[in-house]
């Protein structure tokens, strides 16, 4: 498998030097200025179990870290100074803020830091170079990052996806590792795609049935179970020939979506579509009425799953051994459109075997609606990258760490 051979932590010797950390700390936020507030900190929660080894391994930190897609500008918006905050609060002790990524706040941090000591970066997507397609532009951003420590460690899985110069190039600069947090979103994924203990499902969701046609199409033969929610359902109850109304729908996806409706068929997999759907005429929080997937009215859109399709997905969900949730089944940020997720997602806790909530939108629903990290067997910290992994794609993030 792509990831088998990364490095783990254990490889390397920590003590006395410094570590260039690649954290994923890409948190929401809201409110402006100096009073933005973190409203999920889960990934800055799962960044401490590696900084925690580092520490008591004898390594001082530096870490480098996004948030958003500045696009190589001074963003204050997307500055990681409440990151900063935050980390330290958690960890118990102070971390250090340099106010640029790469310049003289950066190297005066690292200057001074101490044995045990950690710095914080600014936001390494302020600098063009991070995400330039110029391969020779993020080998100098690298080449300076690494300037800054004695090793690599990489550990921010939600960006593993991108070819960027604090994920590929610096990695490879340095003697590199993985940490814990990466180390175990692989050990999930390989459990997903090698050896699942069945029955095996896959509950998708979302908006775009494009962002999921690559997952579909390689977990297929690996399935036992396939159910579909979100606003992809309606270019799948239009592929079946169905009124949708005024839903989202990807006509050009149409012809993919029947072919993989037919290939489920001759491999047997249950293909669980729903039978009723919650519309409302008009994209917003207000007028909801339940009606039969079979016919949506012509003025109506469908904005969730209804409750008959919420309970037969959750039955099938229950009789899993494995299950991988990604996307959200209807608009669970409007409290009429959100009983659907949050039916699937009380199942997903009642799983025996492995549950996993494939980050992104469905770990904010999850923490939305009210359910802790603790009830699932595991909550990705990266929708992206988790999919990725699983339509089989190689991740510069984890090549560079074999």
Not at 31 to 44: F, K, L, P, Q
Not at 114 to 133: D, F, W
Not at 264 to 284: H, S
Request: hydrophobic share 45%; net charge neutral; aromatic share 6%.
């Amino acid at each position: 498998m792509i990831s088998a051979a990364v490095k783990e932590l254990s490889s390397l010797d920590f003590r006395g030097k410094r570590v260039l950390l690649r954290c994923d700390l890409n948190v929401p936020l809201k409110g402006e200025g100096s009073d933005r507030v973190i409203t999920d900190d889960g990934r800055i929660r799962a960044s401490l179990p590696t900084i925690n080894a580092l520490l008591q391994g004898g390594a001082s930190i530096v870490i480098a870290a996004h948030l958003g897609r500045p696009k190589g500008e001074r963003n204050p918006e997307l500055s990681l100074a409440p990151i900063a905050k935050r980390l330290g609060e958690l960890l118990g002790k102070e971390v250090t803020f340099a106010t640029d990524t790469i310049g003289s706040s950066a190297d005066s941090a690292v200057a001074s830091l101490k044995s045990g000591g950690i710095v914080l970066l600014e936001n390494v997507r302020y600098e063009a170079a991070e995400t330039s397609k110029d391969g020779s532009e993020r080998e100098a951003m690298a080449k300076k990052l690494a300037s800054y420590a004695d090793v690599y460690v990489g550990d921010g899985f939600g960006a593993v996806h991108r070819k960027h110069a604090s994920v590929y190039e610096a990695a490879l600069s340095l003697p590199h590792a993985a940490g814990k947090l990466i180390a175990a979103e692989v050990d999930v994924l390989r459990r997903l795609t090698e050896s699942p203990e069945r029955p095996y499902g896959v509950v998708l969701g979302g908006a775009k049935v494009s962002d999921k046609i690559g997952v579909i199409t390689n977990l297929l033969d690996k399935v036992n179970m396939l159910a579909i929610g979100g606003g992809m359902l309606f270019t799948f109850l239009a592929a079946q020939g169905k009124e949708i109304g005024t839903s989202l729908v990807e006509a050009d996806s149409i012809p993919l979506v029947k072919d993989l409706l037919s290939r489920a068929e001759k491999l047997g997999v249950k293909v669980l579509l729903p039978t009723d759907i919650v519309v409302a005429p008009a994209f917003a929080n207000e007028s909801p009425s339940v009606v039969s997937s079979d016919s949506i009215p012509s003025n109506q859109m469908g904005l969730d799953i209804g409750p008959e399709s919420a309970r037969a997905f959750a039955a099938a969900i229950k009789e899993c051994k494995t299950v991988f949730w990604n996307g959200p089944m209807g608009v669970f940020e409007f409290s009429h459109f959100a009983a659907g997720t949050k039916v699937v997602a009380q199942a997903l806790t009642e799983v025996s075997g492995l549950s996993v909530v494939g980050g992104g939108d469905s770990a904010a629903a999850v923490r939305a609606l009210g359910f802790n990290d603790s009830q699932f067997g595991y909550i990705s910290t990266g929708g992206g990258a988790s999919l990725e992994y699983l339509e089989g794609k190689e991740l510069p993030g984890l090549t560079a760490l074999r």
